[in-house]
Nanobody, 117 residues
Framework: VQLQASGGGLVQAGGSLRLSCAAS????????MGWYRQAPGKQRELVAE???????SYADSVKGRFTISRDNAKNTVYLQMDSLKPEDTAVYYC????????????WGQGTLVTVSS
């Protein structure tokens, strides 16, 4: 199983970016999918997650600015990031709790988001 993230880049404060993460391989089912981020010198933190039924949760710092969604047919999760702030600068990682030959947590390779002031 692989998770391939894309969509990071450099954007000015107030701008928008959309991250995508596609899971591939032998996948029976996917439960949670989510996005985490890690800024320099800080611990990795949960940004947003979404269940297979579409229920979502967000970190307080991104509520009202970020939107997580998923396409179950494509095993893909998205993160629409609007009104970006310099403090959103981090490496963003996608994650999925899924069933393959076993049930486990899988991670993507990370994509860098840089927000300039």
């Amino acid at each position: 199983v692989q998770l391939q993230a894309s969509g990071g880049g450099l954007v000015q404060a107030g701008g928008s970016l959309r991250l995508s993460c596609a899971a591939s391989g032998h996948i029976v089912s996917i439960n949670f999918m989510g996005w985490y981020r890690q800024a320099p010198g800080k611990q990795r933190e949960l940004v947003a997650e979404i269940t297979s039924g579409g229920s979502t949760s967000y970190a307080d710092s991104v509520k009202g600015r970020f939107t997580i969604s998923r396409d179950n047919a494509k095993n893909t999760v998205y993160l629409q990031m609007d009104s970006l702030k310099p403090e959103d600068t981090a490496v963003y990682y996608c994650s999925a709790d899924l069933m393959t030959y076993y049930n486990g947590r899988f991670w993507g390779q990370g994509t860098l988001v840089t927000v300039s002031s």
